[in-house]
């Protein structure tokens, strides 16, 4: 799911999310362009001639998605549950709370849109399922502090979290131990 403002005529493009539409406010000279919209459910691209200052409405997914890179306050996350391997949907949900219930859980994440200076997070939540010591195998392109992998707590119902960093469209991670051997309520 992505975004693309491609326009022409001079004048900039300037994004801003709204409640039931995404925004997009053009300053003078008023340009001509197409609007793309990619989402999970269909791609829509949005032909627009506007006068400066009359805003483009779109899709609600799209202004999600927007809102998803441009509000840091609001995120998305998913409850899953970890088998012997499982894929993260990282273009859908920011956090992931992953229940582990596999002796050997094999991380994989989902390819990312690219977006040329767009950086992404996300923030995984491994609890410990039922007899504990799970493990996670995690994919080979994250880069890890001193080259060490985390260790994860090994008691069932606590939670370690770990947070991942990419620059590049998902080619390499930066990942960091958040926090470990948190007790569930």
Known sequence: MGI???????????ISPAN???NVTITAPAVTGTMVVDTALAATAVPFTP???????????AVEYVSALTDGTHYRSQTMTG???LELPIDEATIFNVNLNQATCA???????VLPGTAYHT???LTQGTGGVKQVTWPTNIRWPYGRIPVL?????YTDTVT???TDSGVTWMGYFTAGWVPNA
């Open 4 to 14: 693309k403002l491609e326009a022409t005529g001079g004048g900039s493009v300037s």
């Open 20 to 22: 039931t539409a995404l």
């Open 51 to 61: 006068t400066a200052g009359i805003p483009v409405s779109t899709t609600q997914a």
């Open 83 to 85: 088998g012997a391997a």
């Open 107 to 113: 991380l994989t994440f989902s390819a990312l849109a």
């Open 123 to 125: 923030i995984i939540n």
């Open 153 to 157: 707590s090994y008691d069932e119902g």
């Open 164 to 166: 991942l960093i990419t």
